[in-house]
């Protein structure tokens, strides 16, 4: 009966594939996981889309902020997903982004105005918090520059329209706020 213990105990054990996987993956670099992630992301259903997307979110905006900017445009690429869920991830990260790297007001902004066009209310109520967030971001942006550049020219301006800027105001971000308070007036009290 001792013979029998022993053997139990001494026998080996070798890794499963699913170990030997994740090993591989955690010596991968972390540019490489994103990709493999947003990949993986877009073949996927929706529950294992946003798990793929919450990791990207994990690993660029918290890991490495440095590939926000590699990332951002695959990412914004999901905010025409026809899972609501998807596009109010996209609205959450572009916000995220916003607050680490300021200088990515002038390509979040347009896309959020976009966006505003939504059909899905649990959609359009998280770009108006975000719209909120970004215009105070956007305001000290443009408060700490010592220069105005045609990139913050270019997130002032919406849908092409040259408008002048004064007194630090935006045209996209006026658009933004009379877009939230003519929802505020609206019938539909979501």
């Given at each position: 009966m001792d013979g029998a213990r022993s053997s139990e105990v001494t026998r080996f054990v070798p890794l499963g594939a699913q170990q030997e996987d994740e090993n591989a993956?955690?010596?991968?670099?972390?540019?490489?996981?994103?990709?493999?992630?947003?990949?993986?992301?877009?073949?996927?259903?929706?529950?294992?889309?946003?798990?793929?997307?919450?990791k990207v979110k994990e690993l660029v905006v918290r890991s490495k902020p440095d590939l926000l900017d590699s990332f951002l445009d695959e990412v914004i690429a999901f905010q025409q997903d026809p899972v609501a869920d998807v596009r109010k991830f996209v609205v959450g990260f572009m916000e995220e982004a916003c607050k680490i790297d300021s200088g990515l007001l002038s390509r979040v902004i347009p896309m959020l105005g976009y966006m505003m066009r939504d059909e899905n209310i649990g959609v359009l109520k998280r770009v108006v918090v975000c719209f909120i967030q970004l215009y105070r971001l956007a305001l000290l942006y443009i408060a700490k520059s010592k220069s105005f550049?045609?990139?913050m020219q270019d997130m002032w301006e919406v849908r092409g329209l040259h408008v002048c800027v004064s007194f630090m105001c935006s045209q996209a971000?006026?658009?933004?706020?009379?877009?939230?308070?003519?929802?505020?007036?609206s019938a539909n009290d979501g």
């Open positions: 993956q955690e010596s991968e670099p972390v540019s490489a996981k994103v990709i493999r992630l947003l990949n993986e992301a877009q073949l996927v259903g929706k529950d294992k889309k946003l798990d793929c997307l919450h550049s045609a990139d971000l006026k658009e933004g706020k009379q877009q939230v308070l003519d929802m505020c007036d």
